[in-house]
T-cell receptor, first 115, second 113 residues
């Protein structure tokens, strides 16, 4: 298994440009998440999905959109990039909650700079 | 929303020393998790704690789920250079179909050989 794969690894955008951060997992996980990580701030949840066709907002959803048309893929869309969206973005996935939960698997991140 | 206070923010230690870091919350969590993140990579789960009072070890790592369910600590014994990284605590209240982790801000660990 490749696990959680994120592309691209790095990207520089100009203000107002749009882009899609790709995330795919091959573990048949139902639950998928997008986090952003800013220095000294931990990880903040942007959006999450509990299955294909179902998405919900996290803690910091403004400026982002997601879709979940398949179990494997959970792309994150930035429509009008702003400097405040400069961050490292992590995608993660897991199986649904059980009595002893399976761990959250993270991708290696996408480093985005908006100038 | 829920917040976790993780301390210390950073630590500089000599190889061989023991390390302790902790997280506290104003809210109760059902599960506490500890992750490690190395440069250029995503966080990796180290230890998961599911019951109040639980003490769990993973090699040189030991973590405890506080009795009040509002805190957890992680100890690393006999540190080595590869322990370098950012350590995150995370709390979970799973209910229904939800599974949203709340992360602490991280502890940056530097180990001098």
């Amino acid at each position: 298994n490749a696990g959680v794969t994120q592309t691209p690894k790095f990207r520089i955008l100009k203000i107002g440009q749009s882009m899609t951060l790709q995330c795919t997992q091959d573990m048949n996980h139902n639950y998928m998440y997008w986090y952003r990580q800013d220095p000294g701030m931990g990880l903040k949840l942007i959006y999450y999905s509990v299955g294909a066709g179902i998405t919900d907002k996290g803690e910091v959803p403004n400026g982002y959109n997601v879709s979940r048309s398949t179990t494997e893929d959970f792309p994150l869309r930035l429509e009008l990039a702003a400097p405040s969206q400069t961050s490292v973005y992590f995608c993660a996935s897991k199986f649904p909650p059980t009595a002893y939960n399976s761990p959250l698997h993270f991708g290696n991140g996408t480093r985005l700079t908006v100038t | 929303g829920q917040q976790l206070n993780q301390s210390p923010q950073s630590m500089f230690i000599q190889e061989g020393e023991d390390v302790s870091m902790n997280c506290t919350s104003s809210s109760i969590f059902n599960t506490w998790l500890w992750y490690k993140q190395e440069p250029g990579e995503g966080p990796v789960l180290l230890i998961a704690l599911y019951k109040a009072g639980e003490l769990t070890s993973n090699g040189r790592l030991t973590a405890q789920f506080g009795i009040t369910r509002k805190d957890s600590f992680l100890n690393i014994s006999a540190s080595i250079p590869s322990d370098v990284g950012i350590y995150f605590c995370a709390g979970l209240n799973s209910g229904g179909s939800n599974y949203k982790l709340t992360f602490g801000k991280g502890t940056l660990l530097t180990v001098n050989p």
